[in-house]
T-cell receptor, first 114, second 112 residues
């Protein structure tokens, strides 16, 4: 059983398009995250939700909008895609928000903007 | 502010060699420290963690000890295998909102 799943796994699209990435976790966790990983493997937190409430919103262009319909799902919508948005996007979840908490990652969505 | 510094990669070793990947941190308070591993084409997964000073985390032959006096959490393994080839990330938890602060990652290449 997949703990944290993301769709699609690969996404190739043209500049200016709007796209969405979906994430679901079946671990019963309260907290979910979106990360962006660039070509040098640097990992950057974008957003975090706890029980459907936004708790972390890093400096990310407002073209990126997360949506959490319930605590098992956290989707990422991107408007007006730009070349610099090409990256791997990871969804993750954790049981709660304590400093010992382990984060569980999805397999990633590889976005290529042409 | 809080930060994590890892040794730059790639680190290239022969099979059965001893591995050390250095990680040092800057933090206020008492963070928890983590090592995550990312195998090619996959998401990250927890390798080990330590939640207080002098704790040793261990898993799959890897170990790291939380050293508050040197603010370090170096990853070690006595005998690496080709299957250990991956990118390794050191991270600490941030007290204020429990966000993870990540190192830049160290790519490890093990040659047969």
């Amino acid at each position: 059983d997949t703990a944290v799943s993301q769709t699609p796994k690969y996404l190739v699209t043209q500049m200016g398009n709007d796209k969405s990435i979906k994430c679901e976790q079946n671990l019963g966790h309260d907290t979910m995250y979106w990360y962006k990983q660039d070509s040098k493997k640097f990992l950057k937190i974008m957003f975090s939700y706890n029980n459907k409430e936004l708790i972390i919103n890093e400096t990310v262009p407002n073209r990126f909008s997360p949506k959490s319909p319930d605590k098992a799902h956290l989707n990422l919508h991107i408007n007006s895609l730009e070349l610099g948005d090409s990256a791997v996007y990871f969804c993750a979840s954790s049981q709660s928000r304590t400093r010992q908490e382990t984060q569980y990652f999805g397999p990633g969505t590889r976005l290529l903007v042409l | 502010g809080n930060s994590v510094t890892q040794m730059e990669g790639p680190v290239t070793l022969s099979e059965e060699a001893f591995l050390t990947i250095n990680c040092t941190y800057t933090a206020t308070g008492y963070p928890s420290l983590f090592w995550y591993v990312q195998y090619p084409g996959e998401g990250l997964q927890l390798l080990l963690k330590a939640t207080k000073a002098d704790d040793k985390g261990s898993n799959k032959g890897f170990e790291a000890t939380y050293r508050k006096e040197t603010t370090s959490f170096h990853l070690e393994k006595g005998s690496v295998q080709v299957s250990d080839s991956a990118v390794y990330f050191c991270a600490l938890s941030k007290d204020s909102n429990y966000q993870l602060i990540w190192g830049a990652g160290t790519k490890l290449i093990i040659k047969p």
